[in-house]
């Protein structure tokens, strides 16, 4: 993975911000804030160790999954500013659990545009293509 021109992703210094298009990395989500720096993107860096790179709408249905799987994203949590989230809303997604999600054919679906070329590492760009939204 190309790092930034800063030197790389140590240091809590992002990866270079490409898409897995291989475009600039477009933003996901302001509000719900997303991303591993909750800056609105799916940035990465060697810190973010579950990959918060795939920017996913969510539904209903992955939401009750992912809840299941234990990881309730529904649920708000003011005492650590998270909302919760509810169908329609844009998140980073850790890679490794969208394709957990895609294996289990509960994968929500993806804006490539605001996908980090880092989740590459987990994730096929057929399959994220299959599940491809519309950018804003």
């Given at each position: 993975?190309?790092?930034d021109a800063?030197?790389?992703g140590?240091?809590?210094?992002p ?9 600039p990395l477009?933003?996901c989500?302001?509000r719900?804030?997303?991303?591993f720096?909750?800056n ?7 810190e973010?160790?579950?990959?918060h790179?795939v920017?996913v709408?969510l539904?209903a249905e992955?939401?009750a999954?992912s ?12 005492e650590?500013g998270f909302p919760g ?11 490794p659990?969208?394709?957990?999600a ?9 804006v490539l545009?605001?996908t ?5 590492e987990?994730?096929?760009l057929?399959?994220l293509?299959r599940?491809a939204?519309e950018?804003?």
């Amino acid at each position: 993975m190309p790092r930034d021109a800063g030197g790389g992703g140590g240091g809590g210094r992002p990866y270079a911000r490409l898409n897995v298009l291989g475009g600039p990395l477009e933003s996901c989500s302001e509000r719900p804030a997303t991303g591993f720096f909750r800056n609105g993107c799916c940035d990465t860096s060697a810190e973010d160790l579950g990959s918060h790179t795939v920017c996913v709408v969510l539904t209903a249905e992955f939401l009750a999954y992912s809840r299941r799987m234990g990881n309730d994203l529904s649920t708000p949590m003011p005492e650590f500013g998270f909302p919760g989230l509810r169908q329609g809303d844009r998140w980073c997604l850790c890679a490794p659990r969208w394709q957990e999600a895609f294996r289990d054919g509960m994968a929500p679906r993806v804006v490539l545009e605001a996908t980090h070329a880092a989740a590459l590492e987990y994730c096929s760009l057929a399959d994220l293509k299959r599940h491809a939204v519309e950018s804003r």
